[in-house]
């Protein structure tokens, strides 16, 4: 199975700031990597797909990079409706398997 | 409007039968494959497999041997079931949507739509 590893577990940052967030794959996953947004008591919710294509709908300060087994996720300026944890999850070879989390809380 | 309506048993002894169910409103069942993951606060989220309107799975190896998924075209639903569960078996079960969409020069693959979820707890 692909391992996805996160980083950091948790953080916490100011309305405005920049937040990166990381993702690596055990094995090069190919650009097949999204990222998902949950909030407490939600399911998920697709942000960025294919590593950088940003999903109809979702606000233009996310972005995502990356390739091979590195990825990053990007919130260009903070909002405060952006508290969640984020995830990443690879579909380039079944079982699809997802990062342990990216907790984010606003200061 | 697509929407996903999930139900299911939440409170289960050990050795007992998952059952869960969900329902497709809002979109075609024969034009993609339907997952369910799971959420637990030990494993994280964890894709349990998946099937297509024809009965086609893709079952996760670590899960095989417990589990079946079915279909009911007629009803737009799909169904999952676990059996010989334990505590670990305790979580959050959702059911999503897997959509395929064309970015660059490949096919990429991502969950779009989720179901609320089903709270399954598993104790004597």
């Known amino acids: 199975d692909f391992q996805m590893t996160q980083s950091p577990p948790s953080l916490s940052a100011s309305v405005g700031d920049i937040v990166t967030i990381t993702c690596r794959a055990s094995q090069s996953i190919n650009g097949h990597l999204n990222w998902y947004q949950q909030k407490p008591g939600k399911a998920p919710e697709v942000l960025i797909y294919a590593a950088s294509a940003l999903r109809g709908g979702v606000p233009s300060r996310f972005s995502g990079s990356g390739s091979g087994t590195d990825f990053t996720l990007t919130i260009s300026s903070l909002q405060p409706e952006d508290f969640g944890t984020y995830y990443c999850q690879q579909t380039y070879s079944t079982p699809w398997t997802f990062g342990q989390g990216t907790k984010v809380d606003i200061k | ?124």
Not at chain 2, 5 to 21: H, M, N, V, Y
Not at chain 2, 30 to 38: A, K
Not at chain 2, 44 to 64: A, D, F, Q, Y
Not at chain 2, 74 to 101: H, M
């Open chain 2, 1 to 124: 409007q697509v929407h996903l309506q999930q139900w299911g048993a939440g409170l289960l002894k050990p050795s007992e039968t998952l059952s869960l169910t969900c329902a497709v409103y809002g979109a075609s069942f024969s034009d993609y494959y339907w997952s369910w993951i799971r959420q637990s606060p030990g494993k994280g989220l964890e894709w349990i497999g998946e099937v297509n309107h024809s009965g086609s799975t893709k079952p996760n190896e670590s899960l095989k041997s417990r589990i079946s998924m079915s279909v009911d075209t007629s009803k737009k639903e799909f169904s999952l079931r676990l059996n010989s569960v334990t505590a670990a078996d305790t979580g959050v079960y959702f059911c999503a949507r897997g959509q395929s969409s064309i970015w660059g020069s490949g096919h990429y693959y991502y969950m779009d739509v989720w179901g609320e979820g089903t709270s399954v707890t598993v104790s004597s």
